[in-house]
């Protein structure tokens, strides 16, 4: 059984940093992609970060680009989402992802975790 689950959401001020945790359990962890996305309500899901584990590329949006980072614990089969000099902007509920890279109709969502950014 495949199990996605994210962990680390929370409240935080403006100008703070949060890591977000993706923990996946029931597949071959390096044959997929790891995704992380956002959505707020009223609006479509949006990718933000993106790391193909068979060769490493990294992918991020515009308006993430040298403020996330996304990584791997291949040994815990989870993937993170650094996220530094957070903006009311980021504000939204964060999913991960896992698609194989071979087979895209093997996907998985996790249930999402909540981020805020306020003061």
């Known amino acids: 059984q495949v199990q996605v689950a994210e962990s680390g959401g929370g409240l935080v001020q403006p100008g703070g940093s949060l890591r977000l945790s993706c923990a996946t359990s029931g597949i071959t962890f390096m044959n997929y992609v790891m995704s992380w996305y956002r959505q707020v309500p009223g609006k479509e899901r949006e990718l933000v970060a993106a790391?193909?584990?068979?060769?490493?590329?990294?992918e991020y949006a515009d308006s993430v680009k040298g403020r996330f980072t996304i990584s791997s614990d291949n040994a815990k089969n989870t993937v993170y989402l650094q996220m530094t000099n957070l903006k009311p902007e980021d504000t939204a509920v964060y999913y991960c992802?896992?698609?194989?890279?071979?087979?895209?109709?093997?996907?998985?969502w996790g249930q999402g975790t909540q981020v805020i950014v306020s003061s």
């Open positions: 992802k896992a698609v194989h890279y071979w087979i895209a109709t093997n996907a998985y």
């Open positions: 790391l193909t584990m068979p060769n490493g590329n990294t």
